[in-house]
Nanobody, 116 residues
Framework: QVQLVESGGGLVQAGGSLRLSCAAS????????MGWYRQAPGKQRDLVAT???????TYVDSVKGRFTISRDGAKNTVYLQMNSLSPEDTAIYYC??????????WGRGTLVTVSS
């Protein structure tokens, strides 16, 4: 059974860092694009970063140079390293897996709160 479980969220001061983890069960990274999305209070869920099966990455402009998406195949885990955090980064962060056939899975999210 496919399962995505996020962890690593929490409260951090502006300028600080956090690393989010997404433990993926029954997901083969060779067949899925992994992504991180976020949803701020009262806003829609937006894409933050993606990591393709081939290792290519994309980032939304607002996080370029600050966030890094990566994966560890041995641990079947995807990470989002977040540096230079600002209050605007406050949101629930969701892990996503999407296959080339359009099959999609979501985690339940982890809350990141950045205080000013």
């Amino acid at each position: 059974q496919v399962q995505l479980v996020e962890s690593g969220g929490g409260l951090v001061q502006a300028g600080g860092s956090l690393r989010l983890s997404c433990a993926a069960s029954e997901i083969m990274f060779s067949m899925y694009t992994m992504g991180w999305y976020r949803q701020a209070p009262g806003k829609q869920r937006d894409l933050v970063a993606t990591l393709t099966s081939g290792g290519g990455t994309t980032y939304v402009d607002s996080v370029k140079g600050r966030f890094t998406i990566s994966r560890d195949g041995a641990k079947n885990t995807v990470y989002l390293q977040m540096n230079s955090l600002s209050p605007e980064d406050t949101a629930i962060y969701y892990c996503n897996a999407r296959s080339r056939y359009g099959v999609e899975y979501w985690g339940r999210g982890t809350l990141v709160t950045v205080s000013s």
